[in-house]
Nanobody
Framework: QVQLVESGGGLVQAGGSLRLSCAAS????????LGWFRQVPGKEREFIAA????????NYADSVKGRFTISRDNAKNMVYLQMNSLKPEDTAIYYC????????????????WGQGTQVTVSS
């Protein structure tokens, strides 16, 4: 059974940094892409970043390019999201998800999701 468990969220001041982690198990190995999304109440889930199975290719939303970095460690079955220069508008629940391709930003193309971790950025 596929399981994704996020951690690392919290409260941070604007301009600060956080590193999110996602522990993957049960079929999220080196053949799949992994992605990060975020969601605020009343809005659709928003694509943030994705990475291919080897870690050699990444895809980012324009809103986070240059500030966020996605990486993965297949030996540890982990995917990470380093978030720098955080803004209040980055406040959301952040989810990791398994997908077939790092190129896709559509939530419907990701089939397994974690439970999410809250990130709150104060101004």
């Amino acid at each position: 059974q596929v399981q994704l468990v996020e951690s690392g969220g919290g409260l941070v001041q604007a301009g600060g940094s956080l590193r999110l982690s996602c522990a993957a198990s049960g079929g999220t190995g080196s053949t799949y892409a992994l992605g990060w999304f975020r969601q605020v109440p009343g809005k659709e889930r928003e694509f943030i970043a994705a990475i291919n199975w080897s870690g050699s290719n990444t895809n980012y939303a324009d809103s986070v390019k240059g500030r966020f970095t996605i990486s993965r460690d297949n030996a540890k079955n982990m995917v990470y999201l380093q978030m720098n220069s955080l803004k209040p508008e980055d406040t959301a629940i952040y989810y990791c998800a398994r997908g077939q391709s790092y190129r896709t930003s559509l939530a419907g193309n990701y089939d397994y999701w974690g439970q999410g971790t809250q990130v709150t950025v104060s101004s």
